[in-house]
């Protein structure tokens, strides 16, 4: 079984930082593309940025240049520093991962169960 556990949600005032944090466990052979996601109530689920196993990194237009997305192979872990934030960037965000488990050999989608992220004065 492979988990996903999101941590590093709260309340921020706009214009301030937070650091979302990610760890997959369980039983796990690879992971390949790693990200974030987040969903506004009321809207679709949305992406927010991914980063590849060898580092490549893709960003939604509305994050670039506030948010960097980072990870650590070794720690299966995978980061998102949220910066110069803004109301519209409250919602849920959930971490989602391709890993091959131990007992399979094709990759297949999990996520997290979100965190919260609330930014207002």
């Known amino acids: 079984q492979v988990q996903l556990v999101e941590s590093g949600g709260g309340l921020v005032q706009p214009g301030g930082s937070l650091r979302l944090s990610c760890v997959a466990s369980g039983s796990i052979y690879s992971i390949r593309t790693m990200g974030w996601y987040r969903q506004a109530p009321g809207n679709k689920r949305e992406l927010v940025a991914t980063?590849?196993?060898?580092?490549?990194?893709n960003y939604a237009e509305s994050v670039k240049g506030r948010f960097t997305i980072s990870r650590e192979n070794a720690k299966k872990t995978v980061y998102l520093q949220m910066n110069k934030l803004k109301p519209e960037d409250t919602a849920v965000y959930y971490c989602?991962?391709?890993?091959?488990?131990?007992?399979?050999?094709?990759?297949?989608?999990?996520w997290g169960q979100g965190t919260q992220v609330t930014v207002s004065s």
């Open positions: 980063i590849t196993s060898g580092g490549i990194t």
């Open positions: 989602q991962a391709d890993v091959i488990p131990l007992v399979a050999c094709i990759y297949s989608q999990y």
